[in-house]
C-alpha cells in the first residue's frame, strides 16, 4: 500500500498465517482495485496522517484484526473488513458480503470467528510467514 493510497487497502498481520493465506485467497478471488499489505512492513503514521489523523492505525490494532481503510479515511475493522472486501468481488462472494455486513449476521461470526483468531494468534507467532505477491 504506497502512500499515495489511491485505492481501498486491508491491513493484516503478517505474523498470523491463517491472515496471510486469507489475504492470498482474496488476491486470487477477489477482483482487483484493491490493495494489501502486512502492517508490519506499512508506514502506518503517513498511513493514518492520510486517512485523518485519528491516531487509529496503531500496531496494537492491526495485529488483533483486519483493517480495511479507505481513500477517504472510513475504517472497517474485523468481520466487517472481511465484508468490505468480499462487496468488491463478484457473483455469490459479493452477495457473502452483503450478507456479512448486516450487523445481527456479523455479531455472529464475530463470536464464532474471535476464538479462532486468538488462537492463532497465540499459537502461530512467526516473523513475516508469507511474502504477498505484487497486485498490478
Known amino acids: 500500500m504506497s502512500n499515495g493510497f489511491r485505492d481501498p487497502g486491508l491491513i493484516f498481520d503478517g505474523d498470523c498465517p491463517w491472515c496471510s493465506k486469507w489475504v492470498m485467497w482474496a488476491m486470487r478471488s477477489v477482483g482487483g482495485g484493491w490493495e494489501a499489505m502486512a502492517f508490519q512492513l506499512a508506514d502506518l503514521p503517513a498511513l493514518d496522517k492520510r486517512v485523518g489523523g485519528w491516531d487509529v492505525l496503531k500496531p496494537a490494532r492491526c495485529r488483533h484484526r483486519l483493517l480495511w481503510v479507505t481513500p477517504r479515511g472510513r475504517q472497517y475493522s474485523g468481520v466487517e473488513a472481511c465484508a468490505r472486501l468480499l462487496m468488491r468481488s463478484s457473483g455469490p462472494r459479493a452477495y457473502l458480503g452483503g450478507l456479512l455486513a448486516l450487523q445481527p449476521l456479523r455479531a455472529l461470526v464475530g463470536l464464532v470467528a ?7 494468534h497465540r499459537t502461530y507467532r512467526h516473523s513475516l510467514s508469507v511474502a504477498l505477491p505484487v497486485r498490478e
Open 114 to 120: 474471535l476464538p479462532v483468531v486468538r488462537y492463532g
